[in-house]
């Protein structure tokens, strides 16, 4: 039924014309220090996901670590890629590449010790999640993790290929 509600959702707001916002113009790091600009994030026109979390959050690994046991399939079938954008602040930040390290985590990993991306797409806690077209254009926005939830993010992907 969640599955449904989702799914409906993402139709009547792709169906209705809905005014899509584009990702804002912000500076981030890569893990290896190189600089990143928020608004050239993409996937070569097709669907991707920013992930939002932080070393210390543990929903957020979770929801992480779910879907990295999914991602390869994800990949095959959709072609969807995920960027892992951490927020861990300056005194954190030598603790992400452990992390990612440890969890074996395939995603393109970036920096955001200031929350500024975050706060600029309106998220307010952690985990938080957006969706994002083949055109760049936002269409779904996240917050928080439940087990399986990561299941309403492939729907939400696959959904976009069909249209």
């Not at 220090?33 to 210390?56: C, H, M, R, Y």
């Not at 603790?95 to 995603?107: S, T």
């Amino acid at each position: 039924m969640k599955k449904l509600f989702v799914t409906l959702i993402v139709c009547l707001l792709a169906g209705f014309g809905v005014a899509q916002a584009q990702l804002p113009a912000v500076t981030l790091k890569s893990i290896d220090g190189s600089t990143v600009q928020s608004e050239t994030l993409g996937n070569d026109g097709k669907p991707f996901i920013i992930d939002f979390f932080a070393t210390w959050c543990k929903p957020c690994n979770r929801e992480l670590s779910a879907i990295a046991e999914v991602y390869d399939e994800w990949q095959e079938e959709t072609g969807v890629k995920i960027y892992a954008v951490s927020i861990d602040q300056a005194q954190n930040i030598n603790k992400v590449k452990p992390l990612v390290d440890q969890n074996e985590w395939e995603y393109e990993v970036l920096l955001d010790p200031n929350s500024e991306l975050l706060k600029a797409l309106g998220g307010q806690m952690i985990p938080f999640v957006v969706v994002i077209d083949g055109n760049g254009n936002i269409v779904s926005k996240h917050s928080g993790y439940t087990d399986g939830a990561e299941e309403e993010l492939i729907e939400e992907v696959r959904h976009l290929l069909a249209q």
